[in-house]
T-cell receptor, first 114, second 112 residues
């Protein structure tokens, strides 16, 4: 069965600094990978997804993520964060032949300070 | 506007009193799913549905029921709620495949 690990429960960073949120997954078959963002008191919004092809994917709000098959990782990055990026970020995985089953990591709270 | 609508947004109830959380989507999505979100645990899938009258258990189905009689609706039923079901619940829908899920705004349930 697949699983997702987000090792950092909280990442504090100063405004305009770069940030990386880590995600590792485990699966015995090919997968789709997603990053979602949850702003306070809201639902989840899709940031970006990796399906196939180029390992570097770009999403909304200046975020990007790199798929590394050998390390089974899908880390999220942004070169310069804003106060408005303060939110919780979730990595998720689904197997290609059962995409109705989306498994989430425990989340990373990004706290951007002025 | 394309969306997933959950009701109610907030609910406080007592142990053992049956309740239903409604979920409706207007995007003609085949897949629908219920998740619960708890601090430090992320989102865990309760039930999912691949189409009308086709549902299956997720990772934490105990104490919950669902039905999918129409494509747009996927209610979550708690027959006898208990305090350990206090949580934030999300309904989501998807066309499937590569598209990922679209989430509702959530229902915060407190069982006392």
């Amino acid at each position: 069965a697949q699983s997702v690990t987000q090792l950092d429960s909280q990442v504090p960073v100063f405004e305009e600094a770069p940030v990386e949120l880590r995600c590792n997954y485990s699966s015995s078959v090919s997968v789709y990978l997603f990053w979602y963002v949850q702003y306070p008191n809201q639902g989840l919004q899709l940031l970006l997804k990796y399906l196939s092809g180029s390992t570097l994917v770009k999403g909304i709000n200046g975020f990007e993520a790199e798929f590394n098959k050998s390390q089974t990782s899908f880390h999220l990055r942004k070169p310069s964060v804003h106060i408005s990026d303060t939110a919780e970020y979730f990595c998720a995985v689904s197997e290609m032949d059962s995409s109705y089953k989306l498994i989430f990591g425990s989340g990373t709270r990004l706290l951007v300070r002025p | 506007e394309a969306q997933v609508t959950q009701n109610p947004r907030y609910l406080i109830t007592v142990t053992g009193k049956k309740l239903t959380v409604t979920c409706s989507q207007n995007m003609n999505h085949e897949y629908m799913s219920w998740y619960r979100q708890d601090p430090g645990l992320g989102l865990r899938q309760i039930y999912y549905s691949m189409n009308v009258e086709v549902t299956d258990k997720g990772d934490v189905p105990e104490g919950y029921k669902v039905s999918r009689k129409e494509k747009r609706n996927f209610p979550l039923i708690l027959e006898s709620p208990s305090p350990n079901q206090t949580s934030l619940y999300f309904c989501a829908s998807s066309l499937g495949g590569t598209r990922g899920y679209t989430f509702g705004s959530g229902t915060r349930l407190t069982v006392v």
